[in-house]
């Protein structure tokens, strides 16, 4: 069946999906006209090619002119060719013999359709005409069709008289047709064909068995990041123990001094790699105490530029270890902020050291702030590796690292971006990444709210600075 559905325009049905081949029985012409009628009025509006196969009660000419006293606008659709009105004669019997080339008739009609930029078939025919002794003949034809139209941007409605049918005829017909549609006092109802039933069974059961399975996988992997995050808190608490008495080490050797200038090299190694390792240390703590909601802001009134301050000082050593220039803008007026100080620095502060390590030696990074509307904007851009966009919406979550490789060699676990994002939400701000791909560097920008607009939004911006 195709997935594509139209409005069926009968109430009881609604919604089908293109390949549905349904029934109905009636007793009088106006049932007929109760469903037919707004059947082709929703084909007509969805842009459907339409054919009315018609037969007693309600002949061609009848059909016609309730379409058109339904629809200001048939003209148009009869001018388009996307209505026809048959008699049962001309479209069922040649000869006075069913003819055997019906179903290749409809499927002409549906690949006509879909040639002329239609969307689709909509058809019903009238079995009125239909003799006892035609009775099999028909239900094989039935059944072929039930087996075509499931595939076929075909939407088809056929009609069975009740007066001209037997117990066991009703049977034959649901058995054909995927539904079917009835008059019980005085409203249409639906009618389930037992394979459709037992269809729509399995596919509840099938849907009960994925909940649960999706609530079962849920709870695991709850419990699984539970784990984890005791286990970071746990680890990072038992790094920082030791890192202390390694670092008070290395600044005894630095006091005493020596003359033998290899010992000095070894003890300048090991007092970078414990600061790179502290600050590793220092991000697992903060993400475990994001994850488990125990960071407080300290909230005060500060000003952007003392925010820019504070983090140019914590990144200026990487930034002038890698012989980065660093470009700056700022508003000439105070833009006022309700954070806390710490940790808008830090979030500046891991965007700018993140900058200096992805890019090769003597680059360019651009720090700029700037005042709209009721929020302060904070832009880092750099010459690095950039990012690819299949990355740039993953770049935020915990423990991603795009493929960097001129990074890693200066550490990191993938945690540095994710405690942006989790301090700035905190903030009630927004973090955004761009990049033109691998190679093209990157941009990022923090959007926070401010307490006052400034009186004057110009900004400070220097000559170097590209556009």
């Keep these: 069946m195709i997935e594509r559905s139209s409005d069926s325009g009968i109430q009881a049905v609604g919604q089908v999906p293109l390949g549905t081949h349904f029934c109905q029985f009636y007793r009088t012409k106006q049932d007929l006209i109760d469903t037919l009628v707004p ?109 075509a139209f499931c595939q076929r941007e075909i939407i088809a409605l056929c009609s069975y008289c009740l007066d001209r049918c037997q117990a066991e005829d009703v049977i034959d017909v649901c058995s054909h047709h995927q539904f079917a549609l009835a008059r019980r006092h005085g409203n249409w109802e639906l009618m389930e064909s037992s394979s459709l039933k037992i269809a729509k069974d ?19 992997l709850e419990t699984a990041l539970q784990g984890r995050d005791e286990f970071l808190a746990l680890l990072a608490h038992e790094l ?88 700056l803008s700022l508003p000439l007026e105070p833009v006022r902020l309700d954070a806390d100080l710490a940790r ?55 423990f991603t690292q795009a493929d960097r490789s001129l990074a890693r060699s200066q550490g990191g676990l993938g945690i540095g971006l994710a405690l942006v994002r989790s301090l700035v939400d905190l903030h009630g701000g927004s973090v955004r990444a761009f990049s033109g791909g691998v190679g093209q560097g990157s941009e990022f920008t923090v959007t926070l709210p401010v307490q006052g607009v400034p009186a004057s939004r110009r900004g400070r911006e220097a000559a170097t600075l590209p556009s």
């Design 344 to 398: 808008l620095s830090q979030v500046v502060g891991n965007l700018l050291n993140n900058a200096a390590k992805y890019m090769d030696e003597g680059g360019r990074i651009w720090l700029s702030a700037e005042c709209g509307e009721g929020e302060a904007t904070i832009r880092v851009r750099d010459e690095g590796v950039g990012i690819a966009p299949e990355m740039l919406a993953r770049v935020f979550d915990l």
């Design 202 to 220: 399995d596919l509840a059961r099938l849907n009960a068995e994925l909940e649960q399975r999706v609530t079962e996988r849920t709870a695991e």
């Design 39 to 147: 059947f082709f009025m929703a084909g007509l509006r969805n842009g459907e090619l339409c054919m009315w196969v018609t037969s007693q009660p309600l002949e061609a000419a009848e059909a016609e002119a309730l379409l058109a006293a339904a629809m200001p606008e048939f003209s148009e659709y009869v001018a388009k060719r996307q209505i026809e009105i048959w008699d049962y004669r001309d479209w069922y019997l040649i000869n006075g013999e069913t003819s055997a080339g019906v179903l290749n008739g409809w499927i002409e009609r549906e690949e006509r359709a879909c040639r002329e930029g239609f969307s689709g078939l909509r058809l019903t025919g009238n079995t009125f005409w239909l003799e006892p002794g035609a009775w099999d003949a028909f239900m094989s034809y039935e059944r072929a069709v039930n087996e």
């Design 240 to 327: 920082r123990n030791p890192l202390a008495p390694i670092r008070n080490a290395t600044q005894v050797i630095r006091m005493l001094g020596t003359p033998d200038p290899n010992l000095g090299r070894a003890r300048d190694v090991i007092d970078r790699q414990v600061t790179q390792l502290s600050r590793l240390v220092d991000d697992l703590l903060d993400v475990s105490r994001v994850t488990h909601g125990r960071v407080e802001l300290r909230r005060e009134e500060i000003e952007l530029a003392t925010v820019v301050t504070h983090a140019v000082e914590t990144s200026r050593p990487l930034i002038d270890s890698r012989r980065h220039t660093l470009i």
